[in-house]
Each structure stands twice: as structure tokens, then as C-alpha cells.
């Protein structure tokens, strides 16, 4: 058993989900840096982008969580997810929860493990946890499973990139990391989350742009590396009113 890593009120949260561009652009812009301008975290070799634009194309999507009960998941989404081990991320829950990842059958489980909310936990408070074991394959469709309060459980599926099309997402990266004049992780990382919020997937089609107003793209993989941003630790959140604009209308 592990204790599943929590997130209430300190963290970068203010900026991960879907609430509106412009709810999360003051939240980021007041709280998630302190008193770091949000032009320079924003800083893509010298190119700076307002909190804005970039919030407004991570999250400009009209629909929320996945809900069912207490429970609400962010990550998986339901599409396509280029990270072999991905991360799982969702509001609310109690007590033990096992969650696992299996195929297309019930039985072909494939990773699970059993977590333990803390007591002081409520609705509004956001979990995550990865997966850690061998990579995932390509091409598969998977579901990811929540137990908890019963003997059904709360299945949200999602899908890897077939290979061919995962490696060039992968070059894609390793041009973007090869071409930036910058070495700070964190703004390779914030390349990466645009990259993310920036292309979909379509059989038959490919990779490709996503429009300004596309629904469809790499959202729980530019979730992903949100969480990957080393200035994401000890930084208030509003959980709150995030909780309210992406699950509690559902």
C-alpha cells in the first residue's frame, strides 16, 4: 500500500485544469510564481508568451473531468496519450481506493495498486499517481479503473499512439530540445506542454495541427508534464473554485 500523492491547498493546480483561460490566467499570474513576472516563466527563448494565450490553448476545451459519484478524473480523457507510463489525476475519493490499468478484458490486468486517502481529504482535494511498471504498447487501448465504495468501478479508457506515429511524436521533441537555445528544464518543458496543446491525432490523418478551437489534442500528455515543472512545488492553489469550473457542474 502506498499513500497516494495529495494536492488541497499548496501546489501548482492553479494552472493544470480546465476552468476558464481567463480565471486561470489571474490565478497563475497572482499566485503559482510568487512574484516571478509570468512573461518570464512564459519564456521560450526569448519569446515571450502571455498567461493568457497559454492557458487558453491548454485548456480551451468546453468539457470537464470524468464523473461518477465523489469522483472526478482529469487524466486519462478518453483519447489518445503519447506517455508509455501516464499519469493519473482526478478529484475526490476516500478511505482505500485500488486503482489498475487493464485491456480490453477485465481480467487482463496490467498494473494496480492500492492507495489510502488521507483522512483530512474531501472532495476538492486532487490526487495523482503514475504508473510505474513496464511500458505500456503502442497501438493498445487500455482502461484506467477506480474501486472505491462498491464493486463496480469507475472506468475511463484511453489509448497509446500507434508506434510509428508515437516515434514522431518523439523527434518532434528532440528537435524542439536539440534547436532551443535555452538548457533550463523547465522551459524545455513548457516547449513540450505547447507542443502537446498543440497537436492531435487522427487515424488515417496522422499527427497534426490543432485549430484554435479544436476539443481534440494531447491534453492529459500536456497535463503530464505540467506536473513535470520543478516550479510546481510549495505554490498555492486554488482548488476551490477549480473544483467548481471542471467538476462540480458535471
Known amino acids: 500500500m502506498r499513500l497516494l500523492r495529495t494536492h488541497s491547498k499548496r501546489l501548482l493546480l492553479s494552472v493544470l485544469l480546465p476552468a476558464t483561460g481567463a480565471m486561470l490566467a489571474g490565478v497563475f499570474s497572482q499566485s503559482a510564481f510568487g512574484n516571478t513576472p509570468v512573461s518570464q ?21 468546453s468539457r470537464g473531468g ?61 490526487h495523482s499517481i503514475a504508473y510505474d511498471k513496464e511500458n505500456l504498447s503502442p497501438g493498445e487501448e487500455y482502461y484506467f479503473e477506480i474501486y472505491g465504495g462498491g464493486d463496480r468501478p469507475f472506468a475511463v479508457p484511453f489509448q497509446l499512439l500507434p508506434q510509428a ?11 524542439l530540445s536539440s534547436g532551443s537555445a535555452s538548457s533550463d528544464r523547465d522551459s524545455l518543458t513548457w516547449q513540450r506542454i505547447d507542443y502537446f496543446s498543440s497537436h492531435s491525432y487522427t487515424p488515417g490523418s496522422g499527427i ?41 457542474s458535471n
Request: proline residues 3%; glycine residues 6%.
Open 208 to 248: 497534426t495541427a490543432a485549430g484554435a478551437d479544436s476539443e481534440t489534442y494531447f491534453f492529459a500528455d500536456a497535463v503530464q508534464e505540467l506536473f513535470n515543472l520543478s516550479q510546481s512545488a510549495e505554490k498555492d492553489a486554488y482548488t476551490n473554485q477549480i473544483y467548481a469550473e471542471l467538476c462540480e
Open 41 to 61: 516563466v512564459l519564456n521560450f527563448d526569448g519569446q515571450q508568451e502571455k498567461s493568457q494565450s497559454i492557458i487558453d490553448k491548454i485548456f480551451r476545451r
Open 66 to 126: 470524468s464523473t461518477r459519484g465523489p469522483i472526478c478524473v482529469i487524466t486519462p480523457d478518453g483519447g489518445y496519450i503519447w506517455h508509455h507510463q501516464p499519469l493519473f489525476v482526478w478529484f475526490g475519493g476516500e478511505g482505500e481506493l485500488r486503482v489498475q490499468v487493464r485491456g480490453e478484458t477485465v481480467n487482463d490486468v496490467r498494473w494496480s495498486d492500492t492507495v489510502s486517502i488521507p483522512e483530512d481529504a474531501d472532495a476538492q482535494t486532487l
Open 165 to 175: 506515429e508515437w516515434q514522431n511524436v518523439q523527434t518532434a521533441l528532440n528537435d
